[in-house]
């Protein structure tokens, strides 16, 4: 392991290292106005959800590094107390990579990315119309972290009105990941898209007390043929299967059956119980298998 103390890294190489672990992380594409209405828009990606009861959104504007300054970002939310969060699918990902730009105050960023400002309904900043979902918020809290270079000043807001475009929404009422394809933030340029293959599906029940890892068989914990995610897959089920569960698998399963009359069964086991749970996380199926191996 490269292990070190933060405090006696550079900075800059710290701010690289911390982005590398800590990602991929949403994009706020906050947008502001100034005292004097001027409108601002620019991405952080230090941003998250912390509360939904009041809904809460959090990111950080951070001082530079090179030379310890800060953004128009955090001026025009510390003068007007106001901010709209909208958040960055593929389709404007490059749009936002301009806004980035050190462009001097009086500069539009909506004119030099190509974007469109629409008014808001509650507060004063624009919302990105391009933008499939946008988040009006009232500023509640600036916390100040430091006053050096790359300290962060967190930005606490209350989320007063949401607008999601029904294009992303789905038959149940909820954001389809692959309609929004939203975009995250890596280390240094690296970004990632949330939509497609990088979609993965977790179902794990948390309302009722599982076995965990340490009840499972020891053939189990250490077979050679699951993988570790497997392990946890088996870890998350509420009860092991008990001897009449396991006589009507192994009697009603023609697949099983032939497998056991076969050469090295266990062996075979295992992969028919790892093949269940990487194709369809079909964890009745594997762990009846599993146990059935175990038996032999």
Do not use: W
């Amino acid at each position: 392991m490269f292990s070190f103390d933060p405090k006696e890294i550079a900075t800059r190489d710290l701010h690289q290292f911390l982005l590398g672990c800590v990602a991929p992380r949403p994009i706020a594409f906050a947008s502001t106005v100034d005292k004097d209405g001027r409108p601002n828009i620019a991405p952080y990606s230090f941003f998250n959800a912390f509360s939904s009861n009041p809904p809460i959104l959090v990111f950080s504007s951070n001082r530079k590094v090179a030379d310890n300054t800060t953004k128009d970002t955090l001026h025009n939310v510390q003068e007007t107390g106001e901010v709209v969060i909208n958040v960055v699918n593929y389709d404007i990902v490059r749009q936002m990579a301009v806004t980035s730009v050190s462009f001097p105050t009086e500069v539009s960023e909506f004119e030099k990315a190509g974007l469109t400002p629409i008014p808001s309904d509650v507060v004063r900043p624009f919302r990105v119309k391009e933008s499939p979902a946008q988040m009006e918020c009232k500023v509640r809290d600036i916390i100040t972290l430091g006053d050096q270079g790359g300290a962060g000043h967190l930005i606490i807001c209350d989320v007063v009105r949401m607008h999601i475009s029904e294009d992303v929404i789905d038959e149940r009422r909820r954001i389809d990941p692959h309609k929004i394809d939203l975009m995250g933030r890596m280390g240094r340029a690296y970004y990632v898209r949330a939509s497609g293959e990088a979609i993965h599906t977790i179902v794990q029940p948390v309302m009722q007390i599982t076995i965990g890892y340490d009840q499972l068989p020891e053939s189990i914990r250490t077979s050679s043929v699951l993988s570790a995610n497997n392990l946890g897959q088996l870890a998350g089920i509420s009860a092991l299967p008990d001897a009449l569960t396991l006589e009507s698998f192994r009697d009603g399963n023609s697949a099983i059956k032939e497998i056991i009359t076969g050469n090295n069964p266990k062996d075979a086991l295992h992969h028919f119980a790892k093949l269940a749970l990487d194709e369809s996380d079909d964890r009745e199926a594997a762990i009846n298998a599993l146990m059935i191996a175990d038996q032999l």
